[in-house]
């Protein structure tokens, strides 16, 4: 099994549509993040979170919530839906303090039609 | 965290040494340069970072110049796998804010 594992893979979904995009790790890590990827340019941070309890805004948060229902669950929710959301949704994790590496998620395909 | 600049595309002959560099003359002290590499819309995985000297792991090779400003990057035996877009990214190392990613290096592995 994947260390970081998300769902849905793909995901087509209409206009002020709610969908939530679910993040699952068995790394035990306490730092998990939301990334958004859109064609041809790097990944921008969304949200990210240091454990249950400590929820932080990234560089793109508008129109994005999460929950962090566990150490070893990350949800991201679209609470209305709009097309220029479509784009490629990664989630990752990270040990705590110190240099360690991001191990992330196979990543979500949201088109929002 | 410090800018860092790549060039847009590379090409490399399968077999040989992919040298991908990387400037990054704003960096401070405490900054360390890390790689990571995606593999056609796969999740980034990480190859390597280093703060002053040079280190080597199974997947890379990271040179890093005694000035700091620049570092390159060597994937010493590039196989057509190797085909990715490589990131270079300069951070602190005690930093949980995540990572800034540019658009990075496509690397071209030619047969």
């Given at each position: 099994?994947?260390?970081?594992?998300?769902?849905?893979?793909?995901?087509?979904?209409?206009?002020?549509?709610?969908?939530?995009?679910?993040?699952?790790?068995?790394?035990?890590?306490?730092?998990?993040?939301?990334y958004?990827?859109?064609?041809?340019?790097?990944?921008?941070?969304?949200?990210?979170?240091?454990?249950?309890?400590?929820?932080?805004?990234?560089?793109?948060?508008?129109?994005y919530?999460?929950s962090?229902?566990a150490?070893?669950?990350?949800?991201?929710?679209?609470?209305?839906?709009?097309?220029?959301?479509?784009?490629?949704?990664?989630?990752?994790?990270?040990?705590?303090?110190?240099?360690?590496?991001?191990?992330f998620?196979?990543?979500?395909?949201?088109?929002?039609? | 965290?410090?800018?860092?600049?790549?060039?847009?595309?590379?090409?490399?002959?399968?077999?040989?040494?992919?040298?991908?560099?990387?400037?990054?003359?704003?960096?401070?002290?405490?900054?360390?340069?890390?790689?990571?590499?995606?593999?056609?819309?796969?999740?980034?995985?990480?190859?390597?970072?280093?703060?002053?000297?040079?280190?080597?792991?199974?997947?890379?090779?990271?040179?890093?110049?005694?000035?700091?400003?620049?570092?390159?990057?060597?994937?010493?035996?590039?196989?057509?796998?190797?085909?990715?877009?490589y990131?270079?990214?300069?951070?602190?190392?005690?930093?949980?804010?995540?990572?800034?990613?540019?658009?990075?290096?496509?690397?071209?592995?030619?047969?």
């Amino acid at each position: 099994d994947a260390d970081v594992t998300q769902t849905p893979r793909n995901r087509i979904t209409k206009t002020g549509k709610r969908i939530m995009l679910e993040c699952s790790q068995t790394k035990g890590h306490d730092r998990m993040y939301w990334y958004r990827q859109d064609p041809g340019l790097g990944l921008r941070l969304i949200y990210y979170s240091f454990d249950v309890k400590d929820i932080n805004k990234g560089e793109i948060s508008d129109g994005y919530s999460v929950s962090r229902q566990a150490q070893a669950k990350f949800s991201l929710s679209l609470e209305s839906a709009i097309p220029n959301q479509t784009a490629l949704y990664f989630c990752a994790t990270r040990a705590g303090m110190g240099n360690y590496g991001y191990t992330f998620g196979s990543g979500t395909r949201l088109t929002v039609v | 965290d410090a800018k860092t600049t790549q060039p847009p595309s590379m090409d490399c002959a399968e077999g040989r040494a992919a040298n991908l560099p990387c400037n990054h003359s704003t960096i401070s002290g405490n900054e360390y340069v890390y790689w990571y590499r995606q593999i056609h819309s796969q999740g980034p995985q990480y190859i390597i970072h280093g703060l002053k000297n040079n280190e080597t792991n199974e997947m890379a090779s990271l040179i890093i110049t005694e000035d700091r400003k620049s570092s390159t990057l060597i994937l010493p035996h590039a196989t057509l796998r190797d085909t990715a877009v490589y990131y270079c990214i300069v951070r602190s190392g005690g930093g949980a804010d995540g990572l800034t990613f540019g658009k990075g290096t496509h690397l071209i592995i030619q047969p």
